[in-house]
């Protein structure tokens, strides 16, 4: 909060916390790493979504500092999407992701757009990686029309 009143971010904080400020829709494109966010995504979070100039002082949820900009999770995962079903192996991909879209996005303001997932990506063949490349442009090119996704806050 000291850094938010003063001004005193480090430079490349600063620069991370600009490019959250200028966006409309932010992208988090990640392998799904120990049922959550790979440490350096994590620890980017933990650095530049700061107390004071990304929430606090009653900008939370609907009222959140983000408010009118969208956020997408882009994921793969190492397992089947049969592995994240409920009752499936791993549990509902939907539950494993929602301290991100919930606890984050939605926390900070963020509208949230339904996930994208590609999964077992690593063991896909060439032709099956290219359909996934090009049902995930498909949804980019639409984005702009694209409605929030109901993550719940059960």
Same mark, same amino acid.
């Given at each position: 909060m000291h850094a938010t =009143?003063?001004?005193g971010f480090a430079p490349d904080v600063e620069t991370e916390l600009e490019k959250l400020e200028w966006c409309d829709l932010m992208i988090w494109q990640f392998p799904l790493w120990w049922f959550g966010l790979p440490a @350096?995504?994590?620890g980017w979070a933990d650095r530049t979504l700061a107390m004071g100039r990304t929430y606090g002082y009653g900008r939370f949820y609907e009222n959140g500092v983000f408010q009118g900009k969208r956020a997408l @999770?882009?994921?793969t995962t190492g397992g089947p999407g049969s592995d994240y079903e409920k009752g499936g192996w791993n549990g509902d991909i939907h539950s494993i992701l929602?301290? @991100?879209q919930r606890g984050i +996005? =939605? +926390?900070t303001g963020f509208s949230v757009l339904a996930p994208h997932i590609a999964y077992a990506a690593a063991h896909r063949t060439d032709e099956e990686r290219t359909d996934e490349l090009a049902r995930y442009a498909k949804r980019l090119r639409q984005i702009q029309s694209e409605e929030s996704y109901d993550v719940g806050i059960y």
């Open positions: =009143e003063v001004h @350096i995504l994590k @999770i882009s994921l929602r301290p @991100i +996005f =939605e +926390f």
